[in-house]
């Protein structure tokens, strides 16, 4: 299974962005799906997860109330809006597919190669 993250770049504090991970197949129809971050020099993180129907979500606790995780499975693509950016936002962000909701990246099988999100302060 192959996931295709897009959608990052450079954007000033307090702006927005919003990630797209598309998949080979129908995966997300019955897989969950994550997106994971990894910041220069520190390691990488749980961001936010959906599940398969899309009735359940789970977000970081840094990220909440900013970001919102979607799917459209007829487009077999996970959204990731991002905003009010901060700087330590900044890193590259993976989309992952589970067979279940979870923070743990050992429960992901899939992953994509990754996008990168700059913050400017």
């Known amino acids: 299974v192959q996931l295709q993250a897009s959608g990052g770049g450079l954007v000033q504090a307090g702006g927005s962005l919003r990630l797209s991970c598309t998949a080979g197949?129908?995966?997300?129809?019955?897989?969950?799906a994550g997106w994971f971050r990894q910041a220069p020099g520190k390691e990488r993180e749980f961001v936010a997860a959906?599940?398969?129907?899309?009735?359940?979500?789970d977000y970081a606790d840094s990220v909440k109330g900013r970001f919102t995780i979607s799917k459209d499975n007829a487009k077999n693509t996970v959204y990731l809006q991002m905003n009010s950016l901060k700087p330590e936002d900044t890193g590259i962000y993976y989309c992952?597919?589970?067979?279940?909701?979870?923070?743990?990246?050992?429960?992901?099988?899939?992953w994509g190669q990754g996008t990168e999100v700059t913050v400017s302060s």
């Open positions: 959906i599940n398969w129907s899309g009735g359940s979500i």
């Open positions: 197949g129908r995966i997300f129809s019955t897989y969950a």
């Open positions: 992952a597919s589970s067979p279940g909701i979870g923070r743990v990246e050992a429960q992901y099988y899939y």
